[in-house]
């Protein structure tokens, strides 16, 4: 593990993302794909048994309208 990531639960990854500004993301489909992911600008890692990245909402959830509304209001709120 590198210097920069710090191991935390599932939970502690949830509440870290809270506190920390959001991004959009693409599926692996890229931008032609009507889903957008959430993650945290600052990638937060946890523990599964591997090295898993935090995602707010996976791929397939959200349409991108909704995840542009969702990044740009907890942003302004919380970031």
Request: aromatic residues 14%; proline residues 3%; contains cysteine.
């Amino acid at each position: 593990m590198t210097n920069n990531k710090q191991q935390k639960t599932y939970q502690e990854a949830i509440e870290k993302s809270f506190k920390v500004k959001w991004q959009i993301g693409t599926c692996s489909q890229g931008e032609k794909c009507w889903c957008r992911t959430i993650k945290p600008v600052e990638p937060i890692f946890y523990e599964d048994g591997g090295d898993a990245e935090y995602y707010v909402v996976g791929m397939g959830e959200l349409r991108k309208e909704t995840a542009e509304y969702f990044v740009k209001l907890h942003n302004e709120t919380y970031g």
